[in-house]
């Protein structure tokens, strides 16, 4: 409050020379206690007082005489803009108890007496207590404050709300009677106000603050501000959790393997990681606060975090290298606030190396799945093996002779004529048919798994072991027949092993001792030339012998053309009833193209091109055209070809003839092959499998 909102305003004035009565006129009107007197410009040149006026009265002038020899000239003077607090020393020092107002020029505007000012005390007072009563009302901590005896005298609706009781309740009340445990007496007692104590009230334990109130040094009563300590208690909790959560966030974020770094709005970096800041070379702390641009070469995340528009896995060049960076808006309650980016900045040759392992344990994954699919899936017999040829008819009769003894099998023939099936049915027909029929294919096997697949393993042989080790194939076969398939892909040293197992039918497992007997018809197979194989050192002639002691060639396809037509609409009827589909006959050129074609995948690649054609048949008929195409351009110029085959095709062809180069080059050796081509073993069976080799 200022001094021109209590001043009274437009008091009349006296001017020098003006006579005694003109003043005692003045002094009727107004009631005042003085009358400034002001000259013509309007400054102040005194005050006539009441006391003035009577004084020069009794001392018998008249009233004719001039008011200028009578007049007070020490005048308390005080501008418009006078705060309330300095008038109030002014008035409590001056002789007359009122003074005069002026303008900052100096101007008579209004005067102000002790009226006004109890008035404007009055008003200040009220605002005062009506702020103070806001404050106590909407404080969150409770207050309770008492008199000097220590009465209560005042409790705000946080104080009811945490102590339970009401304000009216317990006004006038001596506080240690009504709210025992809060000790406001002491601090009357001693004048010494307390801070951070804690206290028991109302069975909440409190925090509470407390002082005296005194007023010119005399003690008037006490103050307590309190809060609840369980609420604090639980704040502090949280915050400490927070703390925790955001130094793990720190270190995980620190040590992640890629670079991370966060925006705001305005693209201002809010944080950067260790792993990304050690990268490029520079302080976390000098890139914080910084825009990313000037940070980071060729950055867009100032530009996401002001579209949210994510971007995903794109490549940004950063001191003339690439590097693949994955870019987050940041939304909060529906609003973009920053971004975050995700940069993938090591080497290059790691993650070849990792997705070179992660290949190899899919190749693994890949044989144990068609292991899996092999153990549940059908047995063969003779009657689901589709023949008419002479020569099956012959094999056959062969072949079940066979199954009657305990002989060890060899089954030579191309790849894909069909010697698992005859293995299969050859079980079938044995004594054995009850026991298991166990296939190991040893080209498909991951080489560094061989051993351990053929034997077993004992308990704790190696890292990552089964607990309890785990039986090998030949342990599983016991009582039945093992079938061990591409046997001339087998390493020189598991061909010795293998020799002592059929020798004496007898083995340990891998990291055990204890020698393992087994009852255990072999039958094998292969499509290699053992016999050049042997001459050339490659295979065991010992093991050979024993593996050829019955010895059943099951011949290409290409050399028993009977067999095609049976065979296809067996193939038909098989992928009709998969695919759901229709496809009951074949076009006459149809069936021309199928004779005419040299099958050097046999009876596997025919199936695989049966399966193809129906899914391209329209009609329910296979014509020329649903078949690949290199099947009926064997002589086709190249140039030719080109422009007919699809892509697919073209690049099946492709494949075809890179892997029967390299087959041929390795003279059939799949181990060699593969090494030739640059991939795994496992991995080029699969190939041959999907090309129909
Ligand atoms: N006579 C047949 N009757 C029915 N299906 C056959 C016949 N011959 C082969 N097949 C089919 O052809 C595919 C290849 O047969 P199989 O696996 O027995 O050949 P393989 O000579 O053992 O080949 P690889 O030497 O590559 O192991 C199989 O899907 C099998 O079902």
Redesign the pocket.
Known sequence: MRMKDFMTPDVPALQPGDNLRRAVELFRQTRLDGIPVVNEKGFLVGLLTRVNLFDALLEGFDLHKTVDDFLTRKVVTVYLDTPYQEVVESVKTSPVGMGVVVDNNNRVRGVFTKVDMITALFRESDLLSARLRAVYQAMHNGIVSVDEAGCITMLNPAAELLLGVREKDVLDKHVASALPGLDLTGVIETDRGEVGKKCLVAGRALLVNSTPIADNGIIMGAMAIFQDLTELEQVAAELESVRTLKNTLQTVLDIAYDGIVVVNKEGMITFINQSLADFFGFDPGDAVGRHVTGVLENSRLHIVARTGVPENARLQQVGGSYYVVSRLPIVENGQVVGAVGKMMFRNLEEIRELARRMDALENELNYYREELRKAGGNHYTFD????VSPSMINLKREALQAARGVSTVLLR?E???????FAQAIHAASPRRGGPFIKVNCAAIPEHLLESEFFGYAPGAFTGAQRGGKPGRFELAHGGTIFL??IGDMSPGLQAKLLRVLQDREFERVGGTRPIQVDVRVIA?T?RDLEDMVAKGDFREDLFYRLNVIALA?PPLRERQE?ILP?VH?FLQKYNSLCGMNVSDLAPETIEVLRAYHWPGN??EL?NVIERAINFATGGIIRVKDLPAYLSRVDEPAGKRAVVANYRDRLGEAEREIIFSAIKAAGGNKTKAARILGISRSRLYEKLKKLGL
């Open positions: 689901n093996i589709i023949m023939g790849s894909g004529t069909g010697k698992d099936l398939d591409e197979a499509n099951v067999d065979l067996c009876v596997r199936e």
